[in-house]
Nanobody, 117 residues
């Protein structure tokens, strides 16, 4: 199993920045892709950024140019730098890891990001 713990959420004004962190433990050597998802009430969880073990990144169109995902394998940590935050970025953000031969999913408990003036 892989366990994930997120940190760095909170409240910020529009245009502000936050950096989310997610530390993995457990079967960390089996982790393939790590990513960040978000969810708002009544909507499905959506992928906003992901990074493979080789460093290839993918972003949701609406966050391109504002969010940056990075990964520090030595620290078993994935980061999401969020700049130029907008009210529509308000959501609960979840860290995800896909691991093992079958790309099993592990999720963090989620943390809230609120963008409001």
């Amino acid at each position: 199993q892989v366990q994930l713990v997120e940190s760095g959420g909170g409240s910020v004004q529009p245009g502000g920045s936050l950096r989310l962190s997610c530390v993995a433990s457990g079967r960390i050597l089996s982790i393939n892709t790590m990513g960040w998802y978000r969810q708002t009430p009544g909507k499905t969880r959506e992928l906003i950024a992901r990074i493979t073990s080789g460093g290839t990144t993918t972003y949701l169109d609406s966050v391109k140019g504002r969010f940056t995902i990075s990964r520090d394998n030595a620290k078993n940590t994935v980061y999401l730098q969020m700049n130029g935050l907008k009210p529509e970025d308000t959501a609960v953000y979840y860290c995800n890891a896909q691991w093992g031969d079958l790309d099993r999913d592990s999720w963090g408990p989620g943390l809230r990001v609120t963008v409001s003036s």
